[in-house]
């Protein structure tokens, strides 16, 4: 076990509503990022959040929004839900900004009807 | 920029044969790289790692040596067992600050090891 959790673990949203999910980071972690995996695919780097600044991000539009709390804790939000945006959501979590070593959270299944 | 080639699933063993799942990469500069596993239902776990050229990672008899001259980051067990059915990806860490640190990551490839 990673020590990464995520809530919830499976969501389901009608599409137009607005989502939620959060992460708690590995003890001593200060370093967050958010992934995306669909259905059979790899997953796909959303963004990355360092002591609560937003520290690169991909190819996402901006209704994919996030946080990082003083305790390194962090958000995901998106707005304007569309059906593609269902999928696997998943937090890692590294020791610094510059780590080699990520580590994952059981995830989030968010499906959009 | 930055890629990472897996090579296609499914692949389908019996118990005991040896597992090869072939990666390659393109990147500039001294990269990392990772295999990530993931069980039926459940999240990414970090299978083994490498950080620099002629590095071998290993772990639960699993093993990758980072090829700096074939660019490549080949995934090996002599012997695989059932419970080592799972989807596998390779992933890469780029050297530079900033964007470039994401993890890139291959397709994935699914593995079924029958008894």
């Known amino acids: 076990e990673t020590g990464v959790t995520q809530s919830p673990t499976h969501l389901i949203k009608t599409r137009g509503q607005q989502v939620t999910l959060r992460c708690s980071s590995q003890s001593g972690h200060n370093t967050v990022s958010w992934y995306q995996q669909a259905l059979g695919q790899g997953p796909q780097f959303i963004f990355q959040y360092y002591r609560e600044e937003e520290n690169g991000r991909g190819n996402f539009p901006p209704r994919f929004s996030g946080l990082q709390f003083p305790n390194y804790s962090s958000e995901l939000n998106v707005n304007a839900l569309e059906l593609d945006d269902s999928a696997l959501y998943l937090c890692a979590s590294s020791p610094t900004r510059a780590g080699t070593e990520a580590f994952f959270g059981q995830g989030t299944r968010l499906t959009v009807v | 920029g930055n890629s990472v080639t897996q090579m296609e699933g499914p692949v389908t063993l019996s118990e005991e044969a040896f597992l090869t799942i072939n990666c390659t990469y393109t990147?500039?500069?001294?990269?990392?790289l990772f295999w990530y596993v993931q069980y039926p239902g459940e999240g990414l776990q970090l299978l083994l790692k490498a950080t620099k050229a002629d590095d071998k990672g290993s772990n639960k008899g699993f093993e990758a040596t980072y090829r700096k001259e074939t660019t490549s980051f080949h995934l090996e067990k002599g012997s695989v067992q059932v419970s080592d059915s799972a989807v596998y990806f390779c992933a890469l860490r780029g050297a530079r600050a900033g964007n470039n640190r994401k993890l890139i990551w291959g397709l994935g490839t699914s593995l079924a090891v029958n008894p």
């Open positions: 990147a500039t500069g001294y990269p990392s």
